[in-house]
């Protein structure tokens, strides 16, 4: 291994390494099965040098929790952005989730079936994740209604978890629905729900 030529990576870069290497390592084989030394190795640098960037394997994990929980959010933020029709807007949501799980499988591990749930900070970010998809949805909805934010936001967080348990159960048994139909059928039952609440502007 030329650790001498790994070191001349600018730091951002080195990173940017590292948190690859150890996504496909902790997405596999889970958190507590990994040891630093098999990163180190599936890295291509040796165990000071990928510490001088994480201090510990827990450090390292919520580096990439937190760059799971980015990548559904900008998907759920560009799917809501993508129509000002709000029956388009639930569909694209929907659709974001269930492309999450089945493009970036392994990110969807992190958010949603993390073997490190238990921990505090894992589980600060998993909520913070929802409080974040919430409001973001939550703002459209009383936007369009006349419900008070809070509840607003209830009901945003309310669907998100419809589109995540519906997407993890249509992960389990792949093959059996193909997504477009999945995500034809949750929309569906969302926008039905969602639809009667009243309305200031033309959804």
Known sequence: MDTARAQR?????????????????F??????SVA????AVASGVSK???????????????ALLDRACSELVELVAGAVASSTHNR????????????????QRRSFRFVFESDLRTEPEVELRIRAV???????IGAVIAADTDLPVAEAELLGL?????????????????????????????????????RGFPRTTAG
Do not use: N
Request: aromatic share 10%.
């Open 9 to 25: 990576l600018p730091r951002d870069q080195r990173r940017a390494q590292l948190l690859d290497a150890a996504y496909e390592v």
């Open 27 to 32: 997405s596999t084989r889970g958190y507590h």
């Open 36 to 39: 630093m030394d098999e990163v």
């Open 48 to 62: 000071p040098v990928l510490y001088q960037h994480f201090s510990s394997k827990l450090e390292l994990y919520l």
């Open 88 to 103: 388009d807007r639930v569909a694209a949501a929907m659709g974001a989730f269930f492309g999450f799980v089945a493009q």
């Open 130 to 136: 929802h409080t974040e998809l919430a409001a973001l």
């Open 158 to 194: 309310s669907l998100i978890g419809m589109a995540e348990t519906s997407a993890r159960f249509w992960a389990a048994a792949p093959g059996q629905i193909s997504q477009e139909r999945a995500v034809e059928l949750g929309s569906s039952l969302a926008w039905r729900g969602i």
